[in-house]
């Protein structure tokens, strides 16, 4: 196996990785804002709801971000596949986006770890 192609498999082993790991986030997201979802709905008289209703805003718009990054994750693949097989320059196609995906996927879990723990701690103050 060329140098190239190993490239192009650890990148689409790693695309994989990714994935998974969105998908499983997404699924999460969807079950906590069940959640928040019958708490609003038990709270809706009471008044100080604001602290739910940016709860289940930054999830909703982290449900949204996550559909961009696991579509561009794709797009991403599909472009890398596609260019290495028209001239070969997997490294330059690699490096121009691959790490920036890294990062935005490191800069997802981090703000989503953040979030998570509020709406963990405000649950336990709940119960």
Do not use: C, P
Request: proline letters at 0%; charged letters at 30%.
């Amino acid at each position: 196996m060329t140098k190239a192609i190993e490239k192009v498999a650890f990148i689409q082993f790693e695309h994989q990785l990714w994935l998974n790991e969105l998908q499983y986030y997404f699924n999460e997201i969807i079950i906590i804002t069940k959640k928040l979802e019958g708490f609003l709905e038990e709270q809706h008289k009471q008044q100080n709801n604001s602290i739910l209703e940016e709860l289940m805003a930054n999830f909703m718009v982290h449900k949204t971000d996550l559909k961009t990054l696991m579509s561009d994750i794709v797009e991403h693949e599909r472009n890398m596949v596609r260019l290495a097989s028209l001239n070969g320059s997997v490294d330059a196609i690699v490096n121009s986006t691959h790490d920036d995906k890294r990062k935005a996927i490191d800069n997802f879990k981090a703000e989503y770890k953040g979030l998570k723990l509020t709406f963990l701690e405000w649950m336990e103050r709940m119960v």
